[in-house]
């Protein structure tokens, strides 16, 4: 039961135009919701977060949009640059619990090819 | 500014074989985790700590036991490898509270 999915396993766009990942998500009780940016034998790195109190966030040319009522999030790279070419995932956490210690849930990834 | 560190990156295990992925922060964190990564499968998490001596179950523990003996140190022992635990580990850590996991480098593992 995948509770985060990306359902597009892969994504090319040219230099310079719009690239758009998708997430979507099953558990309303997700609080908090990441990006990571992946590239080949790398460790994931943080990119960019929101709260579930927010529907959008930028940072720089990436901007996370969330929309609770379709469990729904989308990331937007404007504009796109061949160094964003990597695997894209999605995280959701639930609210913290001590013993827990909030865990992340992650999407199946969604690889960017950027075009020159 | 080391992060957190995995040892060794890749390794080719036998059927049966048993090994151990290390795994060091440096950042005093108190989480740490161990996640492997299958395509299409994103990152599913194995075990985790929310502290040293305290350890717990994640989504895919079976073939897996850990340790944490110290706040720095959370090694991933596989016991009797198998093909299927054929995949890319990492490490994780952060804070307690918060929100931003940080990844070691992976740790590529084959097992035949």
């Known amino acids: 039961d995948q509770q985060v999915k990306q359902n597009s396993p892969s994504l090319s766009v040219q230099e310079g135009r719009i690239s758009i990942l998708n997430c979507d998500y099953t558990n309303s009780m997700f609080d908090y919701f990441l990006w990571y940016k992946k590239y080949p034998a790398e460790g994931p790195t943080f990119l960019i977060s929101i709260s579930s109190i927010k529907d959008k966030n930028e940072d720089g040319r990436f901007t996370v949009f969330l929309n609770k009522s379709a469990k729904h999030l989308s990331l937007h790279i404007v504009p796109s640059q061949p160094g964003d070419s990597a695997v894209y995932f999605c995280a959701a956490r639930r609210p913290m619990i001590k013993a827990a210690g909030n865990k992340l849930t992650f999407g199946g990834g969604t690889r960017v090819l950027v075009k020159p | 500014n080391a992060g957190v560190t995995q040892t060794p990156k890749f390794q080719v295990l036998k059927t049966g074989q048993s090994m151990t992925l290390q795994c060091a922060q440096d950042m005093n964190h108190e989480y740490m985790s161990w996640y492997r990564q299958d395509p299409g499968m994103g990152l599913r998490l194995i075990h985790y700590?929310?502290?040293?001596?305290?350890?717990d179950q994640g989504e895919v523990p079976n073939g897996y036991n850990v340790s944490r003996s110290t706040t720095e140190d959370f090694p991933l022992r596989l016991l009797s490898a198998a093909p299927s635990q054929t995949s890319v580990y990492f490490c994780a850590s952060r804070t307690f509270s918060g929100n931003t996991i940080y990844f070691g480098e992976g740790s590529w593992l084959t097992v035949v």
């Open positions: 700590s929310v502290g040293a001596g305290i350890t």
